[in-house]
C-alpha cells in the first residue's frame, strides 16, 4: 500500500522485524495512561514527547525509555525528575533528562 500527501504513515505489522512488532500494541492514549499512574509532570513529559514528532509511532521509542526509568527508579523520583524538566523547559522532551 502506497499513502499519497504530507505526514502520512502507515506499517504493516508483518512488514516489522519481530523485535519491533510489539510498538503495534501500543498507542497514545496507552503511553497517557501510563503516565498517569506517576502523576501529572510525568503526563507532561510523554505527552511533550508523543507530540514531538508528525509521525507519533516514532516517538514510542522515547516513551518507552521514560518507562523503562519507571524500572529503575521509584514512582516519586521519576515524577521528580519530569517535574525538573518541566520547570527546565516549556518542551520536556527525552534529551531534557541528560541523554
Known sequence: MRLWGQKLYSTVKAHMPPDKQFFQDWDTDRFL???????????????????SSPVVQQTYNSCMGIMSLAKKYTAKRLERACRLAC?????????????
Request: proline residues 6%; aromatic residues 6%; positive net charge.
Open 33 to 51: 495512561r501510563w503516565a498517569k499512574e506517576y502523576g501529572p509532570d510525568t503526563v507532561t513529559v510523554v505527552a511533550a514527547i508523543l507530540n
Open 87 to 99: 520547570l527546565r523547559t516549556t518542551e520536556p522532551l527525552i534529551n531534557s533528562q541528560g541523554r
